[in-house]
């Protein structure tokens, strides 16, 4: 049990790192993305925005 629950910790570092709001960002962009592809559009240009404006918040509270 005590080797799973490191692996777990492991793995929630590894994704979550130091900023949990661009974890979320990636999450709440991947799921965009799958709600306009399923919507028919085209959604190539959802992941780009959204890396855009997750580096420019993250930008914005490092010079903070």
């Not at 979550?16 to 661009?22: K, M, N």
């Not at 799921?31 to 992941?47: D, H, I, L, S």
């Not at 890396?51 to 420019?56: D, E, G, M, T």
């Amino acid at each position: 049990m005590r080797t799973i629950k490191r692996v777990a910790l492991a793995v929630w570092d590894f994704v979550v790192g130091d900023d949990w709001r661009v974890a979320l960002g990636v999450v709440v962009a991947v799921g965009a993305t799958a709600v306009v592809a399923a919507g028919g559009v085209a959604a190539w240009w959802v992941p780009p925005i959204a890396v855009v404006a997750l580096l420019a918040d993250s930008l914005r509270r490092a010079s903070r």
